[in-house]
């Protein structure tokens, strides 16, 4: 259990001790009940990581309302129309933001201003918190990023992200002495696993914005570090970043395939690197590998609280404790699992011979060209691992003569050299697989938490591809 004088929130501006932390979540927990919450209102939090938003979110499941983290980089328009899809009426936020009339706004400066002032006769401890909350009480509410079609709203309970958190801590040792580096957005489920990650083993929380790593490692003492691969590709640039990395107890890397010549360097530069496959659905980690310690690139492991098996073919079925309450439409509720509670993934994969998880790609990815199915994925990897490409996605354009075949966007360290990658190419994939064009990569699916777009991909594809005939 946490001890009480420990730091549970450490920022540049203040460390906030486990038992601070339990007395600002009841002021805030009671602030918000005096307002009229209740039990399963919907509180969206629209905000930069900061302490006061991941106290805000405790405090919301305290109170038994559901926080809804809100991707802050969408445009007002949109974030109305999420409010609406899940009929959110109460949204708590630092910006001005453009919003309707229906949804009553609250400034989270000032309600956490208001709540730092009435702790002062407060004398809790944050573990006799949620010794109340039922596993099966509603917390969270996160939408999936949307990479193809209307972003999900996808509900939790508290018992998902305990277990969630209990898995991966038995996995990745992590405790009271450990600092974890909040280094993904808390409207991310990856970012909110850190919260409750750190508040089971007993260890703090940094939060300390964009700084570069390296400062945050020395000013704080960071341990551990929760990275998506386009994070962990560009810190790998940068030799004071490498070593910064080389430091830390654990590395979690998620978000997408990573060129296994990229591990390599990282495990030649001391890197303490656990791979993971997860999802949303599944509130954060599935499978995660052990820590790697040769060049034997081993595969992902299925993690406690998870069930994991391949269906005939070959997509990737989950189910568990971390398995997500259903899908939020209005007011109601869907979870689409068979009938012996399988959520299908839409993933296909296999498992090797040690029961490890090798992600082969998306189902609805797959294309047709000339007959033969491709995996983008399949392309994507092989992109990766030449030295130069940093970024890669493959999408289909139409051709006339084979149906579609395949196109790719490519984020290079040098300028752009078709013939070379092609060359590069020829000796790992099979003469239809390899693009017949190389475009250059959007500079807006270059920041790391917004996953590219492949059907808004795939439409500039073709329309690109029309003016070049």
């Not at 700084?211 to 570090?225: K, L, M, Q, Y």
Request: contains cysteine; charged residues 20%.
């Amino acid at each position: 259990m946490p001890i009480p004088s420990n730091p549970y929130i450490i920022s540049p501006d203040e460390s906030i001790s486990y038992r601070k932390a339990g007395n600002l979540i009841i002021a805030l927990s009671d602030l918000l009940t005096k307002m009229g919450i209740g039990q399963n209102s919907r509180i969206a939090i629209h905000s930069p990581n900061s302490p006061g938003m991941a106290l805000l979110i405790f405090a919301t499941i305290h109170c038994g309302a559901v926080a809804v983290p809100l991707n802050i980089r969408l445009p007002d328009e949109q974030i109305d129309d999420m409010l609406k899809s899940i009929n959110c009426r109460i949204l708590i936020s630092t910006a001005d933001i453009m919003i309707s009339s229906e949804v009553n706004v609250i400034n989270l400066c000032e309600i956490y201003s208001q709540a730092i002032g009435e702790i002062a006769g407060y004398k809790s401890d944050v573990h006799y918190l949620f010794d109340n909350i039922g596993f099966d009480q509603q917390a969270t509410i996160v939408f999936t990023s949307g990479s193809s079609g209307k972003p999900k709203a996808v509900l939790h309970t508290f018992g998902n992200h305990y277990y969630s958190a209990l898995g991966s801590n038995e996995h990745i040792p992590f405790d009271s002495d450990d600092k974890w580096l909040l280094s993904l957005p808390l409207y991310h489920v990856g970012g909110l696993a850190v919260l409750f990650r750190a508040m089971l083993a007993g260890g703090a929380v940094v939060i300390a914005g964009e700084s570069p790593i390296e400062n945050v490692r020395e000013a704080f003492g960071i341990t551990h570090i929760s990275l998506v691969s386009t994070q962990f590709i560009r810190l790998m640039e940068g030799k004071k970043r490498r070593k910064c990395l080389s430091k830390l107890k654990a590395v979690l890397l998620g978000g997408g395939p990573l060129p296994t010549k990229l591990i390599e360097k990282a495990i030649d530069y001391g890197i303490s690197i656990y791979q993971s496959y997860g999802l949303t659905e599944m509130s954060s980690q599935v499978a995660t590998t052990s820590l790697h310690k040769s060049k034997y690139i081993h595969n992902p492991g299925i993690l406690k609280y998870r069930d994991l098996r391949i269906a005939k073919d070959s997509e990737i079925l989950v189910r568990g404790e971390t398995l997500f309450k259903g899908y939020i439409d209005k007011d109601s509720i869907d979870l689409p699992t068979d009938t012996k509670g399988w959520f299908h993934t839409a993933d296909i994969g296999e498992l090797d011979e040690n029961g490890g998880l090798i992600v082969n790609g998306r189902k609805d990815n797959m294309f047709i060209s000339g007959g033969e199915n491709i995996h983008p994925e399949e392309i994507e990897k092989a992109l990766l691992n030449i030295d130069s490409v940093h970024l890669a996605i493959v999408v289909p354009i139409v051709d006339l003569e084979f149906g579609s075949c395949p196109v790719a966007y490519v984020d290079m360290a040098t300028q752009l050299d078709e013939n070379m990658i092609k060359r590069e190419l020829s000796s790992k994939l099979a003469k239809f697989k390899i693009p017949i064009r190389f475009l250059t990569f959007p500079e807006m699916y270059k920041q790391a938490e917004i996953k590219p777009d492949r059907k808004h991909l795939t439409d500039l594809a073709n329309i690109n591809n029309k003016v070049a005939d």
